[in-house]
């Protein structure tokens, strides 16, 4: 079998059991396998001939992955199909799973623009496998009553991870503290008043404070109420945003814990980001794909269907973007994925709704614009989808192709090309300004925990 091994060498081929015997190997992830069961029935699925790609590891090559119930047992070249069931991954891209560190799921309080069970699903169409929701529901998320509430509602209509984010202040009114500690036992993985701006700087020291005491990120909305209150129906300036960038940046300096800035959409926000890093400050920051796709140049800025918060900018700031995920500055690549029922947007600019449905079209945009477009490697653009955000959001056992990690994987057809038709989302919200744009790269399968929950 020495020739075997050579082959496995001149490939670069990284296997979890690595040797020279290829019989030793499998016996090898047959034991690993056993050692992963369940007490109960066990379910084998190994995925054949798939170009598996782990941004941890930087693993890349042609490889097998066996998945026992709910974990991957093993990874190496052909593991035995007997008695297993196959899934053919020839020409295929296998990453882990997306995770999303912002989405808005809308339940509880306003399922007629989105629910547990069809934006579940819209995000299993996407790729993703973890998602972390919200607080600015009706109610809030803002007690452990309606937490439970939630995650009751989680277990019976959700067919991937859902982590709930808790309010800072009651209602997100920023008036009143909501008690972090008594969210964080609920099991909220991270505080945030997204939606709105938590104005009042005392309050965000205590989030603050309780960010460093619980090992959670604060997730903050960056926008001046005080500003933008006074230009409604008009587009708000980069100012509103990298102001509020720029308290909470030096705020997180002061008391200590973690800041993530969300839907980061300016050059100056980004610089006082990547400046604030090399001064050691714990912050973190995403990127929405309809952030670095689109701009003043190639998108009708009044159209109510581009209305979002923040807003689609410049082409010089979408270019920005661009350079901040290629010079590392960009932690992850988030959707802000917010549907809406049609009514809301079939108004005018000043009256309609801010938010885009961009949980289904988001791998597609990053591929065709990252990759394609900008030369990005595909392993970068894999791990602003997977791995960075599972460290920023605590997840364990996510965003890794590696034995004993949970089976989170979606498979990419990467010569897929395709069109957007909004009417064909799974989501409620149909609300896009990618409507008709010709994209490349395709979710062929997600698979979360072992179980397939969406196929092309």
Same mark, same amino acid.
């Given at each position: 079998?020495?020739?075997?091994?050579?082959?496995?060498?001149?490939a670069?081929?990284?296997?979890?059991?690595?040797?020279?015997?290829?019989?030793?190997?499998?016996e090898?992830?047959?034991?690993?396998?056993?050692?992963?069961?369940?007490?109960?029935?066990?379910?084998?699925?190994?995925?054949?001939?798939?170009?598996?790609?782990?941004?941890?590891?930087?693993?890349?090559?042609?490889?097998?992955l066996?998945?026992?119930?709910?974990?991957?047992?093993?990874?190496?070249?052909?593991?035995?199909?007997?008695?297993?069931?196959?899934?053919?991954?020839?020409?295929?891209?296998?990453?882990?799973?997306?995770?999303?560190?912002?989405?808005?799921l809308?339940?509880?309080?306003?399922?007629?623009k989105?629910t547990i069970?069809?934006?579940?699903?819209?995000?299993?169409?996407?790729?993703?496998?973890?998602?972390?929701?919200?607080?600015?529901?009706?109610?809030?998320?803002?007690?452990?009553?309606?937490?439970?509430?939630?995650?009751?509602?989680?277990?019976?209509d959700?067919?991937?991870?859902?982590?709930?984010?808790?309010?800072?202040?009651?209602?997100?009114?920023?008036?009143?503290?909501?008690?972090?500690?008594?969210?964080?036992?609920?099991?909220?993985?991270?505080?945030?008043?997204?939606?709105?701006?938590?104005?009042?700087?005392?309050?965000?020291?205590?989030a603050?404070?309780?960010?460093?005491?619980?090992?959670i990120? &604060?997730?903050?909305?960056s926008? @001046? /109420?005080?500003?933008? *209150?006074?230009?409604?129906? =008009?587009?708000?300036?980069?100012? %509103?945003?990298?102001?509020?960038?720029?308290?909470?940046?030096?705020?997180?300096?002061?008391?200590?814990?973690?800041?993530?800035?969300s839907?980061?959409?300016?050059k100056?926000?980004?610089?006082?980001?990547?400046?604030?890093?090399?001064?050691?400050?714990?912050?973190?920051?995403?990127?929405?794909?309809?952030?670095?796709?689109?701009?003043?140049?190639?998108?009708?800025?009044?159209?109510?269907?581009?209305?979002?918060?923040?807003?689609?900018?410049?082409?010089?700031?979408?270019?920005?973007?661009?350079?901040?995920?290629?010079?590392?500055? &960009?932690?992850?690549?988030?959707? @802000? /994925?917010?549907?809406? *029922?049609?009514?809301?947007? =079939?108004?005018?600019?000043?009256? %309609?709704?801010?938010?885009?449905?961009?949980?289904?079209?988001?791998?597609?945009?990053?591929?065709?614009?990252?990759?394609?477009?900008?030369?990005?490697?595909?392993?970068?653009?894999?791990?602003?989808?997977?791995?960075?955000?599972?460290?920023?959001?605590?997840?364990?056992?996510?965003?890794?192709?590696?034995?004993?990690?949970?089976?989170?994987?979606?498979?990419?057809?990467?010569?897929?090309?395709?069109?957007?038709?909004?009417?064909?989302?799974?989501?409620?919200?149909?609300?896009?300004?990618?409507?008709?744009?010709?994209?490349?790269?395709?979710?062929v399968?997600?698979?979360?925990?072992?179980?397939?929950?969406?196929?092309?």
């Amino acid at each position: 079998m020495d020739f075997l091994r050579d082959k496995f060498v001149l490939a670069g081929a990284k296997t979890i059991f690595f040797c020279a015997n290829i019989e030793i190997e499998t016996e090898l992830c047959r034991q690993t396998a056993i050692l992963i069961r369940n007490d109960g029935g066990v379910m084998e699925i190994v995925i054949k001939n798939g170009r598996v790609i782990d941004p941890k590891t930087g693993r890349d090559e042609i490889m097998d992955l066996l998945i026992v119930d709910d974990k991957i047992a093993c990874i190496q070249a052909q593991i035995s199909t007997d008695q297993r069931e196959v899934i053919d991954a020839n020409g295929m891209i296998v990453s882990p799973g997306f995770i999303d560190l912002h989405v808005h799921l809308r339940e509880p309080g306003f399922e007629f623009k989105e629910t547990i069970y069809t934006g579940s699903r819209a995000c299993a169409k996407g790729g993703y496998t973890s998602v972390f929701c919200m607080p600015n529901t009706k109610p809030a998320l803002d007690t452990k009553e309606t937490l439970q509430a939630l995650k009751e509602r989680i277990q019976k209509d959700s067919v991937i991870g859902i982590y709930p984010v808790g309010a800072i202040t009651q209602g997100i009114k920023g008036e009143v503290l909501t008690d972090h500690s008594e969210l964080y036992l609920s099991g909220v993985k991270a505080l945030s008043d997204d939606g709105r701006t938590t104005m009042n700087p005392d309050h965000m020291r205590k989030a603050f404070e309780a960010s460093k005491k619980l090992n959670i990120p &604060v997730m903050t909305h960056s926008e @001046d /109420h005080d500003l933008t *209150e006074r230009l409604k129906g =008009e587009i708000y300036p980069p100012k %509103a945003e990298y102001e509020i960038v720029y308290r909470d940046i030096n705020l997180c300096a002061e008391v200590g814990g973690k800041l993530h800035v969300s839907h980061v959409s300016t050059k100056e926000a980004a610089n006082a980001i990547n400046e604030a890093r090399t001064n050691h400050v714990k912050v973190t920051c995403e990127v929405a794909p309809h952030h670095f796709a689109l701009s003043d140049k190639n998108v009708d800025m009044t159209s109510t269907l581009s209305k979002v918060n923040p807003p689609i900018r410049s082409e010089e700031d979408r270019k920005a973007m661009i350079a901040a995920i290629k010079l590392g500055w &960009v932690d992850a690549i988030a959707t @802000d /994925h917010a549907p809406h *029922e049609a009514s809301s947007k =079939e108004t005018n600019y000043e009256n %309609a709704s801010f938010g885009i449905s961009g949980i289904e079209t988001a791998f597609g945009v990053s591929y065709q614009t990252l990759v394609i477009d900008e030369n990005i490697p595909l392993i970068k653009v894999l791990s602003l989808l997977t791995y960075q955000p599972a460290q920023i959001g605590g997840l364990e056992n996510e965003g890794v192709i590696e034995a004993g990690y949970y089976a989170n994987l979606v498979i990419l057809d990467l010569e897929s090309k395709w069109q957007v038709i909004s009417n064909q989302f799974i989501s409620k919200g149909k609300n896009t300004p990618f409507e008709g744009m010709q994209l490349q790269g395709e979710v062929v399968r997600t698979i979360y925990r072992g179980k397939t929950v969406y196929e092309r």
